[in-house]
């Protein structure tokens, strides 16, 4: 019986790894990118407990907060990731990631409601923060929450496909003298699950650090800028205790070279603390 165990355990030990590498190549066909550089590997159970920190992150563990919008934002956020949706006409500066996470869980097999059946063509339907407030109990936006909410491990491997492909991004967009700094300090955090929770989710909330737009006074807030701010050596707790004080720089920086009007301080309390949970398993 032991055998038997053990042997179905690395089956399905197996199978997560090579959804996550199958994950990790559409992505990356997806976005026309560089291929990651960087192996992650993750068993089935620490890759949904890593799912279900970041739905506690972004949405407190609700099912309705798989569905919202942002006050002062031109962006609907939706799914374990708050992913961002662009309605028709507004852009910003920040990825829109929902169009593509919804490609992905097609290429799953996944039934899509009927909103999301021409995701690659239609924009957000609503069109503003009214309207996607107005909207909260209708039979569409209920479908979309079910939707989100029965697939929440494929959007887990989204995530982690995500990050990976992140090092690459950041590799091109990095000094050249500094690159292999921070493919070894992307090494050392990722070596431990709680330490890719702690990268999959600051990538997740944060961005990658390579988009110029995601900027305030030339100094950018994403993962690269976090990566680009650790030195030492050390892996394991060590790691991720270095990766949690380097996110909190970086993110009290953004808001002090902030534009005045964002009022970007009244977020940063919140901030913090979650930046502090990642040295705690």
Not at 4 to 26: M, P
Not at 122 to 134: D, K, Q, V
């Amino acid at each position: 019986m032991d055998k038997l165990y053990s042997s179905r355990k690395q089956r399905g030990q197996k199978d997560i790894q090579a959804r996550f590498l199958a994950a990790i190549a559409f992505l990356a066909c997806l976005a026309g990118g560089p291929q990651p550089v960087h192996a992650i590997t993750l068993s089935q159970s620490d890759a949904l407990r890593i799912g279900k920190k970041i739905w506690q992150n972004e949405c407190n563990g609700s099912v309705a907060g798989l569905t919202s919008w942002n006050e002062g934002e031109n962006f609907a956020s939706l799914g374990i990731g708050h992913f961002i949706w662009y309605p028709k006409g507004q852009r910003g500066p920040f990825e829109e990631s929902f169009p593509k996470l919804v490609i992905f869980i097609s290429s799953r097999g996944a039934k899509l409601p009927t909103l999301l059946l021409k995701i690659d063509e239609t924009p957000c339907p609503w069109n503003s923060r009214a309207e996607f407030l107005h909207a909260q109990h209708t039979p569409e936006m209920n479908q979309l929450r079910r939707f989100l909410a029965d697939t929440v491990d494929v959007q887990t491997e989204f995530l982690i496909a995500r990050l990976q492909n992140a090092l690459p991004k950041m590799l091109v967009e990095a000094v050249p003298s500094e690159r292999a700094h921070v493919q070894g300090q992307f090494e050392r955090v990722a070596d431990t699950p709680q330490g890719c929770y702690a990268l999959a989710d600051y990538v997740n909330f944060k961005g990658e650090g390579v988009l110029h737009t995601e900027r305030y006074r030339d100094q950018g807030w994403g993962l690269l800028q976090v990566l680009e701010g650790m030195h030492q050596t050390g892996r394991g707790a060590t790691a991720v205790e270095e990766f949690s004080r380097s996110a909190r720089e970086v993110l009290i920086r953004r808001v002090q070279n902030a534009p005045a009007q964002r009022h970007e301080s009244r977020w940063l309390s919140g901030w913090l603390q979650r930046v502090k949970s990642y040295s705690r398993d």
